[in-house]
């Protein structure tokens, strides 16, 4: 059973760093895209990144391009998501994602999310 | 950046009803359409992928069908756990979400 597991949210003040977390399980980790999407409270879904199998490509979101950095680290099985200089629009829940098996850019399964909050 | 605007923001019916959602693309994006449900609280999950294709385990009351700029979620008899969030995700050009349709009881 495929299982993603988002964490390292928290309540951090403006311009402020934090860096999440998504450990995987249930597949062959390295073998898949990886991605996150969130999602503002209330609002709708916003795709934000995601990395290729070995790291090597990376795509970001233009709202975020220059402020996030994902990485993984395939012998932990777990995808990163380092998010710098936040602001008030960064406050959402965050949620891991990875695509079916076929590759195509959907996304199957998800994690339960873990919410960044920024205020001062 | 593709745009989807997805209708009516709110559809109010009752269960054993039919649901037609609607997701119009700013241009063209093929058949690469999928659509999602969200319930109060938890994670998106998958419905329909490539605009008509059911995602595993998705009940077969659930249909999509469209190409190119106009796409339809179909529910064909609304079952209590159907009222949710719908969002609409092209992959055709980048990734974009539309904002949502919420499908609530009446």
């Known amino acids: 059973e495929v299982q993603l597991m988002e964490s390292g949210g928290a309540l951090v003040q403006p311009e402020g760093s934090l860096r999440l977390s998504c450990a995987a399980s249930?597949?062959?980790?390295?073998?898949?895209?990886m991605s996150w999407v969130r999602q503002a409270p209330g609002k709708g879904l916003e795709w934000v990144s995601s990395?290729?199998?070995?790291?090597?490509?990376?795509f970001y979101a233009d709202s975020v391009k220059g402020r996030f950095t994902i990485s993984r680290d395939n012998s932990k099985n777990t995808v990163y998501l380092q998010i710098n200089s936040l602001g008030a629009d960064d406050t959402a829940t965050y949620y891991c994602?990875?695509?079916?098996?076929?590759?195509?850019?959907?996304?199957?399964?998800w994690g339960q999310g873990t919410l960044v909050t920024v205020s001062s | 950046e593709i745009v989807l605007t997805q209708s009516p923001a709110t559809l109010s019916l009752s269960p054993g009803e039919r649901a037609t959602l609607s997701c119009r693309a700013s241009?063209?994006?093929?058949?690469?359409l999928a659509w999602y449900q969200q319930r109060p609280g938890q994670a998106p999950r998958l419905l329909i992928f490539?605009?008509?294709n059911r995602a595993t385990a998705i009940p077969a009351r659930f249909s999509g069908s469209g190409s190119g700029t106009d796409f339809t979620l179909t529910i064909s008899s609304l079952e209590p756990e159907d009222f949710a969030v719908y969002y609409c995700?092209?992959?055709?050009?980048?990734?974009?979400f539309g904002q949502g349709t919420r499908l609530e009881i009446k």
């Open positions: 994602a990875k695509r079916p098996a076929t590759g195509a850019q959907y996304f199957e399964y």
């Open positions: 249930g597949f062959t980790f390295g073998s898949h895209f």
């Open positions: 990395i290729s199998e070995s790291g090597t490509r990376t």
């Open positions: 241009q063209s994006v093929g058949n690469y």
């Open positions: 490539d605009a008509s």
């Open positions: 995700q092209q992959r055709s050009t980048g990734i974009t």
